[in-house]
């Protein structure tokens, strides 16, 4: 008696102050979101099984994150032993085949932490996923686009850049927090001046990064992009630099002060409604110096995983919202159609198309 009248008490109190506390979307506009939708964020990873070359660390294996990152792929270590880190890849496109909004992904390789020569500095390495692993399984299928990952510091460098755009190539992923490049580097002119050359655009992790054991949040800091930026490289800041502070300030803030002084610098709103980057949900979508600037991603798997839940935005979504939400299997859908509701306009979801011309 005593629990069901608790149980009441407890549904009473939320549904009073869901009424209470409700405020809708953060946008008075909200549309239903458009088709064809292309995420420029999407992640594989691998621990080398089929051949792929692709690394976990010891230390990253033996953390409570693999299990967690591998389901969130809808995997299982034993899968990927089974059938290769092919298995991943193949599972993206069948979710992206059965998307409702989304078409197809660019699919990002990550390179790993290189000292001043180039060489790979294994005991910081906790996550590799090689070009040509990536360039393999992208031309196995329509859905996927290259998003390629080079270190600066790779003494080869230039002509990877090369090699990845005659391999399809749509972008050049940096995670300076990871790969330990400080973007604002004199001797990365040479670097930026070839990714002009090949019309490639720059997307780099801004803000901290929490998905790693180790990180140097130094190196998330907006303010470090002006050197690519005044030379003409077209940059995307990944999460609109959405978590932690720089010298003091938001790094959120430090990246909307420089949005106007320079037209080439993009962001990414992949990552936004985890619960740690929700904060900057209203900020993001009604500052008019991101107009026309954001693009649609999702940072796959990410998506998959316990921190981003439509539940949390119980007082931004009403009721049928939410239970479409809760019904919806398919992780870009429910991606797009969690975004959408809360206010991003349609905008946001074309612009990858056009911006990467795919
Ligand atoms: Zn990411």
Same mark, same amino acid.
């Given at each position: 008696?005593?629990?069901?009248?608790?149980?009441?008490?407890?549904?009473?109190?939320?549904?009073?102050?869901?009424?209470? @506390?409700?405020?809708?979307?953060?946008?008075?506009?909200?549309?239903?979101?458009?088709?064809?939708?292309?995420?420029?964020?999407?992640?594989?990873?691998?621990?080398?099984?089929?051949?792929?070359? $692709?690394?976990?660390?010891?230390?990253?294996?033996?953390?409570?994150?693999?299990?967690?990152? @591998?389901?969130?792929?809808?995997?299982?270590?034993?899968?990927?032993? *089974?059938? /290769?880190?092919?298995?991943?890849?193949?599972?993206?496109?069948?979710?992206?085949?059965?998307?409702?909004?989304?078409?197809?992904?660019?699919?990002?390789?990550?390179?790993?932490?290189?000292?001043?020569? /180039?060489?790979?500095?294994?005991? *910081?390495? *906790?996550?590799?996923?090689?070009?040509?692993?990536?360039?393999?399984?992208? $031309?196995?299928?329509?859905?996927?686009?290259?998003?390629?990952?080079?270190?600066?510091?790779?003494?080869?460098? @230039?002509?990877?850049?090369?090699?990845?755009?005659?391999?399809?190539?749509?972008?050049?992923?940096?995670?300076?927090?990871?790969?330990?490049?400080?973007?604002?580097?004199?001797?990365?002119?040479?670097?930026?001046?070839?990714?002009?050359?090949?019309?490639?655009? @720059?997307?780099?992790?801004?803000?901290?990064?929490?998905?790693?054991?180790?990180?140097?949040?130094?190196?998330?800091?907006?303010?470090?992009?002006?050197?690519?930026?005044?030379? /003409?490289?077209?940059?995307?800041?990944?999460?609109?630099?959405?978590?932690?502070?720089?010298?003091?300030?938001?790094?959120?803030?430090?990246?909307?002060?420089?949005?106007?002084?320079?037209?080439?610098?993009?962001?990414?709103?992949?990552?936004?409604?985890?619960?740690?980057?929700?904060?900057?949900? /209203?900020?993001?979508?009604?500052?008019?110096?991101?107009?026309?600037?954001?693009?649609?991603?999702?940072?796959?798997?990410?998506?998959?995983?316990?921190?981003?839940?439509?539940?949390?935005?119980?007082?931004?979504?009403?009721?049928?919202?939410?239970?479409?939400?809760?019904?919806?299997?398919?992780?870009?859908?429910?991606?797009?159609?969690?975004?959408?509701?809360?206010?991003?306009?349609?905008?946001?979801?074309?612009?990858?198309?056009?911006?990467?011309?795919?």
């Amino acid at each position: 008696m005593l629990i069901f009248l608790i149980i009441l008490w407890s549904v009473v109190g939320l549904i009073v102050f869901r009424l209470i @506390l409700f405020k809708g979307p953060y946008s008075k506009k909200v549309e239903d979101p458009p088709k064809g939708i292309i995420d420029m964020h999407c992640h594989t990873a691998g621990i080398g099984t089929g051949g792929s070359g $692709a690394v976990i660390s010891g230390n990253l294996r033996d953390s409570w994150k693999y299990d967690v990152y @591998l389901r969130s792929f809808g995997s299982s270590d034993d899968e990927v032993h *089974e059938y /290769g880190d092919q298995i991943l890849v193949d599972k993206i496109v069948d979710s992206i085949q059965d998307s409702e909004y989304v078409d197809g992904v660019v699919l990002l390789a990550l390179d790993a932490p290189r000292d001043e020569k /180039g060489s790979i500095v294994e005991d *910081e390495m *906790e996550v590799y996923v090689p070009n040509e692993y990536v360039a393999e399984q992208v $031309a196995r299928y329509p859905e996927l686009y290259f998003g390629a990952s080079i270190h600066p510091n790779r003494p080869d460098a @230039l002509n990877q850049l090369s090699w990845s755009k005659e391999n399809g190539a749509v972008l050049v992923k940096w995670l300076p927090n990871i790969q330990g490049m400080d973007p604002s580097n004199e001797r990365y002119i040479t670097y930026y001046k070839k990714i002009i050359e090949l019309d490639l655009p @720059l997307l780099v992790h801004t803000g901290n990064e929490e998905s790693f054991t180790r990180t140097n949040d130094l190196l998330g800091d907006p303010e470090l992009l002006r050197l690519p930026l005044s030379l /003409g490289v077209k940059v995307i800041a990944a999460h609109v630099a959405s978590s932690g502070k720089s010298e003091g300030y938001e790094n959120i803030d430090r990246l909307l002060e420089m949005m106007d002084e320079y037209p080439n610098l993009y962001a990414d709103i992949s990552s936004l409604t985890q619960i740690n980057k929700r904060k900057n949900l /209203g900020k993001v979508i009604n500052d008019k110096r991101l107009v026309g600037r954001l693009l649609y991603g999702t940072d796959y798997p990410l998506i998959n995983t316990v921190i981003v839940n439509p539940l949390q935005y119980l007082l931004n979504l009403n009721l049928k919202q939410l239970k479409d939400l809760l019904f919806t299997r398919n992780p870009w859908d429910r991606d797009v159609k969690l975004k959408s509701a809360l206010g991003f306009s349609n905008d946001v979801f074309e612009t990858p198309k056009e911006f990467l011309r795919l």
